[in-house]
Antibody
Framework: EVQLVESGGGLVQPGGSLRLSCAAS????????MHWVRQAPGKGLVWVSR????????SYADSVKGRFTISRDNAKNTLYLQMNSLRAEDTAVYYC?????????WGQGTLVTVSS | DIQMTQSPSSLSASVGDRVTITCRAS??????LNWYQQKPGKAPNLLIS???SLQSGAPSRFSGSGSGTDFTLRISSLQPEDFASYYC?????????FGGGTKVEIK
């Protein structure tokens, strides 16, 4: 069974940092592009970042470029999102997602709250 | 960036109704269009990929159509478990973008 389990969310002050993890199982992690997508409370889905199978290529939404870094450890079947200089508008549930032919299969999400 | 416009943003319908949700892209995306269902407090779930391919396990009352810029998600006979939010998403180019969502509520 395909599983994606996010962790690392929580309450952080503006300007702070947080690292999210996504543990993958039930499939060959190194064969798939992986993404982070977020959803602010009561709002829609917003793509954040993606990373190629071997980690050699990454992309970011303009809203997080220069502040967030996506990475992966294929030996540990884990995806990461390092989030720095956090802002109130980064408050959201963060989902990791496996991409297959452009479509996403999602984890259950982890809530990040940026507030003083 | 490709903008995805969904309509309506919400609708009220009864069990058994036929429901249609539309999604329009700001430029042609061929058939690189996916549909997701999301229930409150849960992660989105892929319903349809490549505009019209129903995912394994998704009920056959769901169907998708369209290409280029205009796409449609149809529910042939609304069931109680279909009351949820629905999102379209283009996978044609980065940044990957979603429609604003359609909330289907009970009339």
């Amino acid at each position: 069974e395909v599983q994606l389990v996010e962790s690392g969310g929580g309450l952080v002050q503006p300007g702070g940092s947080l690292r999210l993890s996504c543990a993958a199982s039930g499939f060959t992690f190194s064969n798939y592009w992986m993404h982070w997508v977020r959803q602010a409370p009561g709002k829609g889905l917003v793509w954040v970042s993606r990373i190629k199978t071997d980690g050699s290529s990454t992309s970011y939404a303009d809203s997080v470029k220069g502040r967030f870094t996506i990475s992966r450890d294929n030996a540990k079947n884990t995806l990461y999102l390092q989030m720095n200089s956090l802002r109130a508008e980064d408050t959201a549930v963060y989902y990791c997602a496996r991409e297959a032919y452009g479509a996403f299969y999602w984890g259950q999400g982890t809530l990040v709250t940026v507030s003083s | 960036d490709i903008q995805m416009t969904q309509s309506p943003s919400s609708l009220s319908a009864s069990v058994g109704d036929r429901v249609t949700i539309t999604c329009r892209a700001s430029q042609s995306i061929s058939s690189y269009l996916n549909w997701y269902q999301q229930k409150p407090g849960k992660a989105p779930n892929l319903l349809i990929s490549a505009a019209s391919s129903l995912q394994s396990g998704a009920p056959s009352r769901f169907s998708g159509s369209g290409s280029g810029t205009d796409f449609t998600l149809r529910i042939s006979s609304l069931q109680p478990e279909d009351f949820a939010s629905y999102y379209c998403q283009q996978s044609y180019s980065t940044p990957l973008t979603f429609g604003g969502g359609t909330k289907v509520e009970i009339k």
